[in-house]
Structures are given as structure tokens and as C-alpha cells.
């Protein structure tokens, strides 16, 4: 049973406009949330992260916000760029690092 | 300050064979993570190590597969008697703590497994 769900396993965007990418969970112990961001024949790099104190977290083109009460949290781009393009990972902490099945980006130029 | 390196990167084994995956973690982490990747799938998780303790194996297949992380030394994924299934890219992550705020696990470039 998956706890952490990124239901799109796909998303194509155009260049300029906003990305976002979803992500729910099951477990209310989870305290922490990250997104990764996955190239091809690379390991995931962390991207941003929230913790369960906050709603919303920025930097720079990149913003995530957190709906405790849905268990739900998402990733803002905005502007999208072509360089944006990659397998996006949400993560949850509780003990240890849980991992959503990902979401591929696409921004078309 | 190196990141988290796994090695080899490319690693072919016949059917049968063993494949022996190692993973050094950032320098002052202690906290392991072994996840798996298959073709057009995403992240799964397989086991989470501390120095000398297995946390969680629920990940880890319950025949051919073991991990150890040693007091000094890589962690190390072992997979006996390799089947075509086992093909995979696996990836190491390491993270000073289990959890708690501000943790974050950094991951090494993976191993990509082609058994043959």
C-alpha cells in the first residue's frame, strides 16, 4: 500500500507558464516532505522542502505548498523552462525517507 | 567534500551469478537508504540502514537479498544468484539522521545492473 501517491504520471507544460505537480499521502506521522528532481542516468537531487509547521515554502521559481488537513502537498514552477524537464519525486519523513513513483515533466519550448 | 558515490556505476552479471552493489555515504552521515528503480517505474524503496543495524528491510526481497552497512566501510547491497528481473538501476542515499526537520537525503549517481 503506497503511502506517499503522485497520481500524473506525466506532465507536459509549456515553456513560460506554471507547472504543478501533486502529491498526497496516507500517513499523518510524516513530518517532514521533499520533492526531488530525477534526470536520466542521474540520481535524484533534492529540490525543496517543507516541514508540517508550514504551508508554503519558496525558492525561487520553486514553491510548495502543504494541505495538511487533505494530506496533500504540490509543487509550483513557475516560469517553466525546458531545463525544468525531469521525473519529479515527492518524499516523506517519519522514520526514514518515503518515496512517491514519480511524475515526468515535460516543458515544451 | 565528496557526495554520496556508489560503485560500480555499470555493472553486467550472468544469470546466477552474484552481484555485489557498494554505497559510501556523505562524510558524517550515518543513515543508509537502498532504493530500486525499474524501467519506467519510479523509486522503491528496498532497505534503511544504520552503522551496524538494519532499521527497515520490509522493502527487501526475502531471498537472494541482503545489505549490510558496516562500522567502517561502504554499505553494501548483495544479490545472489542473479536473475534477468534483478536488472535495474539501484540508488544509495544517505542522511546524517532517520528524520525530524531539516533532513534530507542525498543520493549517489546509482548502479545501473544488467544481468545477461
Known amino acids: 500500500d503506497q503511502q506517499v501517491k503522485q497520481n500524473s504520471p506525466s506532465l507536459s507544460v509549456q515553456e513560460g507558464r506554471i507547472s504543478i505537480l501533486n502529491c498526497d499521502y496516507t500517513?499523518?506521522?510524516?513530518?517532514?516532505f521533499l520533492w526531488y528532481k530525477k534526470y536520466p542516468a542521474e540520481g535524484p537531487t533534492f529540490l525543496i522542502s517543507?516541514?508540517?509547521?508550514?504551508d508554503k515554502n519558496e525558492d525561487g521559481r520553486f514553491t510548495v505548498f502543504l494541505n495538511k488537513s487533505a494530506k496533500h502537498l504540490s509543487l509550483h514552477i513557475v516560469p517553466s523552462q525546458p531545463g525544468d524537464s525531469a521525473v519529479y519525486f515527492c518524499?516523506?519523513?517519519?522514520?526514514?525517507?518515503?518515496f512517491g513513483p514519480g511524475t515526468r515533466l515535460s516543458v515544451l519550448p | 567534500n565528496a557526495g554520496v558515490m556508489q560503485n560500480p556505476r555499470h555493472l553486467v552479471r550472468r544469470r546466477g551469478q552474484e552481484a555485489r552493489l557498494r554505497c559510501s555515504p556523505m562524510?558524517?552521515?550515518?543513515?543508509v537508504y537502498w532504493y530500486r528503480q525499474l524501467p519506467e517505474e519510479g523509486l522503491k524503496f528496498m532497505v534503511y540502514l544504520q552503522k551496524e543495524n538494519i532499521i527497515d528491510e520490509s522493502g527487501m526481497p526475502k531471498e537472494r537479498f541482503s545489505a549490510e552497512f558496516p562500522k567502517e566501510g561502504p554499505s553494501i547491497l548483495r544479490i545472489q544468484q542473479v536473475v534477468r528481473g534483478d536488472s535495474a538501476a539501484y540508488f544509495c542515499?544517505?542522511?546524517?539522521?532517520?528524520?525530524?526537520?531539516?533532513?534530507?537525503?542525498?543520493f549517489g549517481q546509482g548502479t545501473r545492473l544488467t544481468v545477461v
Open positions: 500517513n499523518s506521522m510524516f513530518d517532514y
Open positions: 517543507i516541514s508540517s509547521i508550514k
Open positions: 518524499a516523506a519523513i517519519y522514520r526514514g525517507f518515503v
Open positions: 542515499a544517505s542522511s546524517p539522521r532517520g528524520g525530524g526537520l531539516n533532513t534530507e537525503a542525498f
Open positions: 562524510k558524517g552521515h550515518s543513515h
